[in-house]
């Protein structure tokens, strides 16, 4: 393997390893993600309210189905809602405590074509909580299936959401701690790269050696900032795990900065 290009005086980007502290070491954000928590704080809150709105609703309804009461009501009225008018509701009333109660259903089609307002129904409901928790026993009507839908749409949109929230959990960890524990040591740039799509990447590939004496050749994204200040050659600050190599970082390209250590360029 042909050896690093040497680095020209006061080109060594990022702390001598000679001057880190040794580990673990405190560190803290260089820059609080705070667009990456408030869009994933976005989409956590999605997803409670739409499992709060559908799942609770029908949890309520499977315990009044196990442990609730019964009382009679009628069927108030109907419509039909949504995009397209594609979903249907009938609505009824019953008592409660001898105080009056509305609760509505979704329904299929032809269910909502079948029953009129005036029908009497039988409501099984919760006496804590009758409106929330309110059916419709008998007679037996069809449940729409855009509930059911809904279900499976709110659970797998909150599974996604808790293993992206996952990944993302366990990268800031991996990088936080290669900050704190990692050896450090000197590499060399080996190559630049400019990727574009929908955002434009900087891409510095360098080349260091491990405790062993093994080379071990890796890739960085880096601001655009440092990008434009490194070349090839140049020497760099780079934080790895001993025992798997793989896990590194140049420091300053790190999400993580040691405290009281500076960011200097020699």
């Given at each position: 393997m042909l050896p690093n290009p040497p680095a020209p005086p006061g080109t060594l980007h990022g702390p001598p390893p000679g001057v880190f502290p040794a580990t673990p070491r405190s560190v803290r954000w260089r820059s609080f993600p705070v667009f990456v928590v408030l869009v994933f704080s976005f989409f956590v809150c999605v997803g409670m309210l739409g499992f709060v709105t559908l799942f609770v609703p029908l949890g309520l309804a499977f315990t009044a189905k196990i442990i609730g009461t019964t009382a009679p009501g009628e069927i108030t009225d109907k419509e039909k809602f949504g995009r397209k008018k594609k979903r249907h509701r009938v609505w009824f009333r019953f008592e409660s405590e001898q105080l009056p109660q509305n609760g509505h259903m979704d329904v299929e089609p032809a269910t909502f074509d079948a029953v009129k307002v005036g029908d009497p129904v039988t409501v099984r409901f919760l006496r804590t909580c009758p409106e929330m928790s309110a059916t419709i026993e008998e007679p037996s009507l069809s449940g729409s299936w855009n509930d059911f839908c809904g279900g499976w749409f709110i659970l797998f949109w909150n599974?996604?959401?808790?293993?992206?929230?996952?990944?993302?959990?366990?990268?800031?960890?991996?990088?936080?701690?290669?900050?704190?524990?990692?050896?450090?040591?000197?590499?060399r740039v080996t190559h630049k790269q400019i990727v574009s799509g929908k955002?434009?990447?900087?891409?510095?590939?360098?080349?260091?050696?491990?405790?062993?004496?093994?080379?071990?050749?890796?890739?960085?994204?880096?601001?655009?900032?440092?990008?434009?200040?490194?070349?090839?050659?140049?020497?760099?600050?780079?934080?790895?795990?001993?025992d798997k190599p793989d896990r590194c970082v140049i420091y300053l390209c790190s999400e993580f900065r040691i405290v009281d250590l500076d960011d200097k360029t020699l």
């Open positions: 599974g996604g959401v808790l293993l992206i929230g996952g990944a993302l959990w366990r990268f800031a960890i991996e990088r936080r701690n290669l900050v704190r524990f990692g050896t450090a040591t000197l590499g955002t434009t990447k900087f891409l510095v590939s360098y080349r260091f050696r491990t405790l062993g004496g093994a080379e071990h050749d890796a890739i960085e994204a880096a601001d655009k900032n440092l990008y434009d200040a490194l070349e090839i050659g140049h020497a760099v600050a780079v934080l790895h795990d001993p």
